[in-house]
């Protein structure tokens, strides 16, 4: 039953309750307030209950959290218009936009910060065109004198604006950016020098305001960063003389009474001063001439912090951001001659350096209390800036023009820190931080997902490896023995694992096996597995893996059953890692894998059973399923039926699970994993398949667009096994509606083509042929409205596909038949000027065969539009030879494939690159050749048309020359 239909008290009654039943730890409650919520979004009013919650005095704060994040989703999944059916009134929307400052300026931090995701999505879509009064709004609280309510606008204008720091840069943007400087920014810089002041002048002992005052500068510090992000405006160049000087006074300033006594929390001033050290860090970079005169003064200030502030983890982001001012000066040739000197190079090195690379007590706790975080921070690269982190990118940066001397005062450093290891083992953190260096210094450039790309010839890392790493995993008895040394080799052969030749990796592959076993230590086994996985994408020059399954084979079992042991370990049942490694392996191994099979079933349905009931990792669900779909296809590949149906007994179940338990998390996953078992499935079809046709055409599993690709899939998978089941009753009524609805849709009306396409491949026209006409109309009523450039390519493949299987005579009187002539205008509009746009093999033969059936089999196209005849032949002879433009690769069941290459990577829905099948080639074995069957078909018709002869020797001779090179291959005479 609907209730939030009104507004009244009762609503927002029962809204509180449900909002309060999503905080429930019990899974079941939760998900039953979740659906709750969802199924009443669309109700007008909605947004202004939710907006009552968090605007009202009287309601717990945890409710209101909880009220902001629904808005976030709410807003997430309904305010982007993708279509003509809009699910927020416009009132509602109007009235939205009208609460957002007076929401903002009252809330807590903590819903402020999921409030303003809202109000950054919100702003995407409408600001400024849509939201005129947002900046006038804003800019009036400024004046209001209440800090409080400053900082929430503050936060609106956060959230609004560091968009900027990530967009690309356009025309759009800047005459966005220009909007708000115009308006924005002299009310800005006057409002910072007004919260200065206040701050300077501030009673020490009045805590709750001068706290207020440094929350206030702070936001201003990051708003001036996304505001001077893209390019100096000279809205700020023209006050720089009161900006710099400013930022350089709160890096002066000493308050006590903002500390915070955890040694492991920031407090604002420590935050203030890191934002100012990144902004003058991105003006030292993009702006250096106009930063010059204010940059000596800098130095100094951040020279002084570094060497003053202590090791505490408090202080990391500070010391990490005040590097890396460091770093940027160091790097520009004007400022090089900062560093000439030896004595301050080395007591940079010394005093910076050294001291911030050391594995400190903090670091070990880490290590050992919270092995997620310690590897996110050290080998993933995540957005917390390390010290470690930040010194090696010093070490970089002063390299760039001082590499021999740095290299000569770190050598020193490091063969007295190993020294001090080889006499006493006890000293490992002296090894650990020797390695660390030799590590910064031997890395010239890398990425994320190669490695090291390029080493500093000073630094022979293979030898480094021989000689002082691989030691620490030499020795597999004691696998918990020193493990940051173990996490620090196996590290070093991922940072490197370009630069070791395919003997040394080999010879590795044993220990780094083994340390799947370490089991007292998550960061080791973790490490293990990342390292075995990195190694395992590894490419020779021809492309191939340099790890192939034969140098696997040996390991294979000690493998499988150490990845298998490691999800039995405390903290890492869903480890993430190991999971992306065992798919890796099973990739590698294919059919190789098979003795394992049971030990990999076992596993895989425990783990399906544990997420089924929690899910909460969303890489290791999505690493779990891939791994499921390379057993499925390597499995039921050489078993046949049978191994199918085994399969099948064994997760259907589970899927059924999914299903009746409605788990958003899981279900594109299991739609895709369903869509590979049917496939495979070569036989009938088992009737849970046939009892789940009926519930992917139900509209309510269309809301959720993180549904839409994986059941597209599934059902283009029912059409091409089930034919005859899907010709039955309303089905193809029922799929054509499916069409109608999301070929409406920016975002998925590819996904409506794929769907069509599947259709006109495996049904009999005569179950198509009265919905015909309305399809087109639909196409030609979309194209007017937005005529997108993925939307023009879906079209022509779809004509290419209708005319190649049904036949170009029913596509062109279709097309006429809604307007006479209309024909003419789609080979002038989209034919002739759109069809270099179509990407990829497959969709370009399918469109090839088409215009070749237009061109040869066509006898109204020959007839009705001869004077268009020799321009499709040369558009056609044209998308074979010239360069066609990129567009995004499908899903290719790629070993070398990776989570990180998904462009369409959602929270809702991530494509399974080892489940979805390759595009298929509807005219396989009918065309092997597409230039070849043009020559053929044209010599076909040339036959029963003469003037065809005189109109190719019409058109252009390098086209004559293209089209004389097909004849030539067909063995024809041209």
Not at 715 to 734: F, H, P, Q, W
Request: glycine fraction near 4%; aromatic fraction near 10%; hydrophobic fraction near 40%.
């Amino acid at each position: 039953i609907l209730l939030l239909n009104r507004m009244d008290t009762n609503a927002l009654a029962v809204l509180c309750k449900e909002l309060e039943r999503t905080l429930s730890p019990d899974y079941t409650v939760r998900k039953s307030a979740e659906d709750f919520l969802y199924k009443n979004e669309t109700q007008p009013g909605y947004s202004r209950l939710l907006l009552a919650v968090l605007s009202s005095s009287q309601i717990d704060e945890n409710i209101k959290l909880a009220a902001s994040i629904t808005f976030k989703n709410f807003v997430k999944r309904n305010w982007k218009l993708d279509s003509d059916t809009d699910r927020i009134s416009s009132e509602d929307r109007e009235f939205v936009k009208s609460e957002v400052v007076s929401v903002m300026s009252t809330s807590p931090s903590k819903v402020q910060k999921q409030f303003g995701e809202a109000v950054s999505i919100i702003g995407l879509e409408d600001f400024p065109q849509n939201w005129p009064n947002l900046m006038p709004d804003m800019i009036a609280q400024f004046r209001s004198g209440n800090f409080s309510v400053i900082n929430g606008i503050l936060q609106t204008a956060h959230s609004l604006f560091r968009k900027y720091r990530y967009e690309t840069k356009s025309e759009k943007l800047w005459t966005e950016i220009k909007h708000v400087l115009v308006t924005f920014a002299i009310p800005f810089t006057e409002l910072f020098v007004e919260v200065h002041n206040a701050a300077m002048n501030c009673p020490v002992d009045n805590l709750g305001l001068l706290t207020d005052t440094y929350k206030c500068l702070l936001l201003i510090a990051k708003i001036f960063y996304s505001l001077n992000y893209q390019d100096i405006p000279e809205e700020f160049e023209d006050r720089l003389a009161i900006w710099m000087p400013t930022f350089w006074q709160l890096l002066e300033v000493k308050q006590p009474s903002l500390d915070t006594t955890s040694d492991e929390e920031a407090g604002i001033l420590e935050q203030l001063k890191s934002q100012i050290c990144d902004n003058i860090t991105t003006y030292a970079t993009l702006y250096d001439e106009e930063f010059g005169k204010y940059l000596p003064q800098f130095v100094t200030s951040v020279w002084q912090l570094l060497v003053s502030t202590d090791l505490k983890p408090k202080y990391d982001n500070l010391v990490s951001f005040a590097m890396q001012f460091i770093t940027s000066v160091s790097e520009k040739a004007p400022f090089k001659g900062l560093f000439e000197e030896e004595k301050v190079l080395r007591s940079i090195c010394e005093q910076v350096v050294i001291v911030n690379i050391q594995f400190r007590p903090s670091d070990e706790e880490l290590f050992e209390m919270n092995p997620e975080e310690y590897i996110r921070r050290d080998i993933e690269g995540s957005d917390v800036d390390t010290r470690r982190r930040s010194a090696c990118d010093l070490v970089k940066g002063l390299c760039k023009f001082f590499e021999a001397e740095v290299t000569g005062i770190f050598s020193q450093y490091v063969s007295v820190m190993i020294g001090e290891y080889t006499a006493d083992e006890s000293k490992w953190k002296s090894k650990d931080a020797a390695v660390y260096l030799v590590t910064c210094l031997a890395a010239k450039t890398s990425t994320r997902d190669k490695g090291t790309t390029q080493t500093r010839e000073l630094v022979n890392v293979v030898d480094f490896f021989h000689n002082v790493v691989s030691k620490d995993i030499a020795d597999t008895t004691r696998l918990d023995h020193l493990p940051v040394l173990r996490a620090d080799a196996l590290k070093y052969i991922i940072t490197f694992r370009n630069h070791l030749p395919k003997d040394v990796i080999i010879q590795a592959l044993p220990a780094i096996v083994a340390h799947l076993g370490a089991k007292d230590s998550q960061v080791v086994h973790s490490y293990a597995a990342i390292c075995l996985e990195k190694l395992l994408l590894l490419k020779t020059p021809e492309g191939t893996t340099l790890v192939t399954a034969a140098d696997l084979q040996p390991l294979s079992a000690a493998i499988i059953s150490g990845l298998c042991a490691i999800f039995q370990e405390s903290g890492s049942e869903e480890n993430e890692y190991a999971m992306k490694c065992l798919m890796r392996t099973c990739s590698l191994l294919q059919g190789s894998v098979l003795p394992y099979m049971a030990q990999l079933i076992e596993l895989l349905t425990k783990k399906l059973n544990d997420i089924i009931a929690n899910p909460k990792n969303p890489h290791f669900i999505h690493y779990l399923f891939e791994t499921l779909a390379i057993c499925t296809k390597a499995y039921c590949s050489v078993g046949g039926s049978n191994t199918v149906a085994h399969f099948e007994a064994v997760f259907l179940p589970l899927f059924e699970q999914i299903l009746t338990k409605d788990i958003l998390e899981l279900l594109p996953y299991m739609f895709q994993t369903l869509t590979l078992m049917m496939e495979m499935n070569k036989g009938q079809a088992p009737e849970f398949y046939m009892s789940l046709f009926p519930f992917l055409l139900r509209a309510e599993l269309w809301d959720r667009q993180g549904n839409i690709p994986a059941v597209i899939g599934l059902l283009r998978a029912y059409i091409r096994n089930c034919t005859s089941a899907v010709c039955e009753g309303e089905s193809v009524k029922n799929l054509l509606g499916i069409f109608q609805r999301l070929v409406n849709s920016k975002a998925n009306d590819h996904l409506a083509f794929k769907l069509m396409n599947s259709l006109v491949e495996s049904l009999p026209y005569v179950a198509l042929e009265q919905y015909m006409p309305l399809i087109f109309q639909l196409i030609f009523q979309r194209m007017s409205k937005s005529k997108t450039t993925k939307l023009v390519k879906s079209t022509l493949v779809f004509f290419g596909l209708f005319a190649g299987k049904v036949g170009a005579q029913h596509l062109v009187n279709l097309i006429d038949g809604l307007q006479a002539g209309m024909f003419g205008m789609v080979v002038d509009s989209l034919i002739l000027k759109e069809s270099q746009k179509i990407t990829g093999s497959i969709d370009k033969k399918i469109y090839s065969v088409g215009l070749i059936k237009i061109l040869t089999d066509c006898p109204v196209f020959w007839t009705k539009y001869n004077n268009k005849w020799t321009s499709v032949l040369e558009a056609l002879i044209a998308m074979f030879e010239l360069p066609e433009e990129k567009g995004p690769v499908e899903g290719s069941n790629d070993h070398f494939a990776d989570i990180e290459d998904l462009s369409g990577y959602q929270n809702a829905y991530c494509q399974l690159m080892f489940g979805v099948p390759l595009n298929t080639d509807p005219f396989a074995g009918q065309v092997p050749n597409t230039k070849v069957y043009l020559a053929q078909c044209l010599q076909k018709f040339s036959l029963q048309a003469q003037e065809v002869a005189s109109l190719i020797s019409g058109i252009s001779p390098q086209t004559q020359e293209y089209l004389k090179s097909y004849y030539k291959t067909a063995n024809i005479a041209f």
